[in-house]
């Protein structure tokens, strides 16, 4: 299941208007329809953010984003982010190259694994790790067992209270898997619609397997490649429900920036969750400045 | 033959199993450990069906005005140029690329009692107290679940529409169909697929949805309580058997629509590949 | 012998690509590979070029008698033209043909000064120089075919495989690479591959000829062998336009109808049923019978082109054939349609009727 707006796309045929046009009538009341519906569910929403934010001044504001407990949320997100891009980013690429490159039997059900965690609930994907990892899980009964297969390993994890749910491991590991199919999902039609060939032909040439992908494969996926890791980067910021599951919420230790907006929102404290918030709303800009830039970027390539 | 494919499908099976194969077998094995009886009284009791309901119900909704909508704004970002159509063009994704939790204490605080909507839609309830009519009901999480949903249709149907050859709608013209003939005849049913396949991710994505609900649902058990709400709820009491056993009904719901999502794609690609040859 | 391959069969999934093919090639030949698609021709060049490996077995592939069956493509030293040429579209022409020489561990890789002076007479050769820092998609078809070629070259390929090299040219431009490539075959004398499924192009072209058909190799032979003597039906249809006439075989003989043609080739014969091939260009129409002759109706005449084309009716079968003469024979036979005329028949062939093309 593809999130629809992941894929980079060019148009084959410029419009012919002039015959395949409405009357202005026509065209009015759907551009009319259309905006109003854009305005009414996104613009509003946005604007709003930042009204709220400001709403009790530029100090309250900044007051709100400079506190000890939003600046543990935003480490804690960064290094949540920070892990699972670079993860995901790896095997997104492994995976492109293995199912756009090769012919196996059983391609198709992978690709419907990878797609797997799009369509499994937050809440889901923050449940199956408690239940892997927490007390009453696979490992937690492993850890309380009488005789453990690797007594070593379940002293060393009781002694030195290694914890994975309710701490930052089971948060990065929730935010893994939310945002683990996005690269390979970017990258897999990219590299097929783009063959085999230039690399074959590399091949022939005498490069070595490395060669041909840091010289031919990667500059040919890297506005692809981009482009995932905007959107993989975007989600791992920004999930609440896998997190909200397995951290526990302990402000100061395991509050991302999302978890710590609604504690200060449950707080009644609106100005400064809003403040907090528009953050992430930045943060949603930006995602999507760049990538309208990258599509552009990629348009005018495929376009040369 | 290209080199790396052990290596490459070796790291993808293995990080595949770790992350996602393997927890996800957890809830199987969690759930095995309730008795049938134990399973079914879980997921048939009265709060966890009207979760069902509410849920299914909703999200269906909105991605029905998902699809009328959705469908004119790509056909208007397509067809039609206007001031702004770039911006509002790169707007669409902003439900992608807003965190969930941010959406929903806006939207709630967007259509409160004060807020700058819910102050036009209020009543009073019988405690002689105001109220916006969005809030802690259906109508609340409607609206949450329409904006997340918006950009599924769009983004799914605007490349079909794009890559229309004109020459057929010219055909279709010259061959005496008025406009509405031409879209109702010609254009709609190359959309078809692409307009399921929009549907079928909208409505995917608002029944698991989570942050964007919660501000505004008032989360009331038996009346505005979504299924993942109702889950979250078990697990705040340690009841993992019971949250488990509501969310093996939810992840085989899932595992449905995503299979008829696929099917549906497939359907989509091959049957815009015979229009192209 | 400069490239050899022996018993190589190669299986996908169910399909045969390859059945059991053993083929030489001399140190500096041009061979052509010939035959319509699906009949294993690509796939043989890629099993030459270690982009395919030939399904366990005895199968062995050698260049200059080294057996390099089990070496990858990138230890081979084959340079390898791709149909749609496959170059490096983030890489300019210069960065392109350098490419192989930019990828060889440093110890065997030539200095700067000399990658740059390779590439330049390269682009000499390829008539190119002035388009150096342009991009492949900055070039025409027969730019990008002649890059693609230049660049399989500068590693010094032992041998050179070029898949369809002209396929996706029209049809002037075509013509004109075609030459080229003789010509430069001549010049630098690199043993050469090269598959089409164009008859003109293979005869036209190579030293010799391979004609393939359903994963095995049909015949082999120089342009003239295979046209003059086709080994079967197959070769002969696939090798140009022709006609057939059912009849039956004896001695030395066809009967067709109720007329005699001699068939030399068929001495020692016995009488069968058979089937004779005959070029549109073999046959001679004339108003008064001369010799053994079948009479025919005219139904259409076109003389638009180099040479006139006659589309004839038998009067005993009713059945059509066509016919090529020269525009002089035209002007002096100058037939109209409908009316009736003698056909006789030259360099007959015959193949024995349980033969299906």
């Not at chain 2, 393997?22 to 094995?29: D, E, N, Q, T």
């Amino acid at each position: 299941m593809t999130p629809a707006g992941t894929t980079l796309h060019v148009p084959h045929h410029p419009a012919r208007r002039h015959t395949r046009s409405e009357p202005p009538y026509v065209r009015r009341l759907l551009i009319g329809t259309a905006l109003t519906f854009i305005g009414l569910f996104l613009i509003l929403p946005l604007l709003f953010v930042f009204t709220q934010a400001f709403a009790k001044g530029i100090g309250f504001y900044f007051h709100s984003i400079d506190e000890p407990m939003a600046w543990s949320a935003i480490k804690l997100t960064l290094l949540a982010a920070g892990i699972s891009v670079p993860l995901n980013c790896v095997f997104g690429v492994c995976a492109a190259w293995a199912i756009a490159k090769f012919d196996f039997y059983g391609k198709n059900v992978l690709l419907t694994l990878i797609d797997l965690p799009f369509s499994v609930s937050p809440v889901i994907a923050g449940l199956i790790y408690v239940l892997v990892f927490g007390t009453q899980g696979w490992l937690g009964l492993y850890l309380n067992a009488d005789h453990p297969a690797l007594p070593w390993l379940a002293n060393w994890l009781n002694d030195h209270n290694f914890k994975i749910i309710y701490a930052v491991p089971g948060i990065v590991l929730a935010t893994i898997f939310v945002t683990f199919p996005f690269v390979a999902r970017e990258l897999i039609p990219l590299m097929q619609a783009q063959g085999r060939s230039e690399e074959e032909a590399a091949r022939v040439l005498g490069a070595s397997g490395w060669q041909v992908f840091w010289r031919v494969t990667l500059p040919n996926i890297k506005w692809g490649l981009l482009y995932g890791v905007i959107l993989c980067n975007a989600r791992a910021m920004g999930e609440f429900g896998a997190v909200s599951v397995v951290s526990g919420k302990i402000r100061g230790q395991t509050n991302t920036i999302p978890l710590h907006i609604e504690a200060l929102y449950d707080d009644y404290n609106f100005t400064g969750a809003f403040a907090v918030a528009s953050l992430l709303a930045l943060l949603a800009l930006v995602t999507l400045g760049l990538k309208t830039w990258v599509e552009h970027k990629n348009a005018a390539v495929l376009d040369k | 033959m290209l080199p790396g494919f052990k290596l490459t499908l070796g790291f993808t099976l293995f990080y595949l199993g770790l992350i996602v194969l393997i927890p996800l077998a957890a809830v199987f094995w969690k759930s095995s450990s309730l008795s049938w009886a134990e399973f079914w009284q879980t997921v048939t009791m009265p709060q966890a069906m009207a979760s069902y309901r509410l849920t299914f119900g909703v999200s269906l909704g909105a991605a029905l005005v998902n699809l009328v909508f959705g469908l004119i704004v790509a056909w208007v970002l397509v067809r039609y140029e206007f001031f702004g159509k770039k911006l509002v063009d790169a707007l669409v994704d902003l439900p992608f690329a807003l965190p969930t939790a941010v959406a929903g204490i806006t939207l709630a605080s967007l259509y409160s009692k004060n807020g700058w909507i819910g102050q036009f839609f209020t009543y009073t309830d019988e405690h002689h107290e105001v109220q916006s009519i969005f809030f802690s009901s259906r109508l609340g999480i409607f609206v949450a679940l329409t904006f997340i949903g918006l950009p599924f249709i769009v983004r799914t149907v605007q490349p079909i529409l794009e890559d229309i050859d004109p020459e057929l709608e010219e055909a279709a013209s010259s061959l005496g169909a008025n406009r509405w003939q031409v879209f109702h005849r010609v254009i709609l049913p190359m959309l078809t697929p692409a307009l399921l396949t929009g549907f079928a991710l909208a409505f995917a994505r608002a029944l698991g949805e989570y942050g964007s609900v919660i501000f505004i649902a008032g989360n009331i058990p038996m009346k505005t309580q979504i299924t993942p709400v109702l889950i979250m709820q078990e697990l705040d009491m340690y009841e993992y058997g019971r949250a488990t056993a509501i969310a093996v009904v939810m992840l085989v719901v899932s595992f449905v629509l995503l299979l008829s999502i696929n099917v549906l794609q497939w359907w989509t690609n091959r049957h815009n590949t015979h229009n192209l040859a | 012998m400069s490239v050899e391959v022996k018993n190589v069969t190669k299986k996908f999934g169910s399909f045969t690509a390859l059945d059991n093919v053993s083929l030489k090639v001399e140190s500096g030949e041009l061979v052509a590979l010939l035959g319509p698609s699906g009949s294993g021709k690509t796939t043989l060049l890629r099993t030459i070029a270690g982009l395919e490996f030939p399904d366990p077995g005895d199968a062995q592939v050698l260049f200059y008698g080294e057996d390099v069956t089990h070496i990858p493509a990138s230890e081979r030293k084959a340079g390898f033209a791709f149909q749609h040429y496959a170059l490096f579209r983030h890489m300019t022409v210069f960065e392109n043909i350098a490419f192989g020489l930019r990828v060889r561990p440093k110890t065997t890789r030539p200095p700067e000064a000399e990658i740059r002076a390779r590439v330049d007479k390269l682009l000499h050769l390829i008539q190119l120089e002035p388009l150096a820092k342009r991009f492949p998609t900055q070039l025409s078809g027969g730019q990008r075919q002649r890059v693609a070629l230049a660049r399989a070259l500068a590693v010094e390929p032992k041998v050179l495989l070029l898949d369809e090299p002209f396929g996706a040219l029209d049809a002037k431009v075509r013509k004109e690479l075609r030459r080229w490539l003789r010509q430069l075959h001549d010049e630098i004398h690199v043993t050469t591959l090269f598959v089409t499924h164009d008859q003109e192009e293979a005869l036209e072209v190579s030293d010799r000829v391979a004609i393939l058909r359903n994963g095995s190799i049909e015949q082999i032979g120089t342009p003239e062998e295979i046209y003059d003597k086709p080994a079967s039906p197959f070769v002969y249809d696939f090798l140009g336009n022709v006609n057939l006439f059912s009849g039956r075989v004896k001695d030395g003989a066809v009967v067709i109808g109720d007329t005699e043609f001699a068939a030399p080739e068929a001495a020692g014969e016995v009488d069968s049923a058979a089937v004779a091939f005959v070029r549109p260009h073999d046959i001679r129409v004339t108003r008064q019978a001369a010799g053994p002759a079948l009479a025919a109706t005219v139904i259409r005449s076109n003389a638009a082109g180099p040479v006139a084309n006659l589309e004839l009716k038998r009067l005993d079968t009713g059945e059509l054939f066509t016919v090529q003469l020269s525009k002089e024979l035209f002007q002096e036979l100058q037939p109209k349609a409908g009316e009736q005329v003698f056909v006789e028949l030259k360099n007959v062939k015959v193949f024995s009727d349980d033969y299906s093309i």
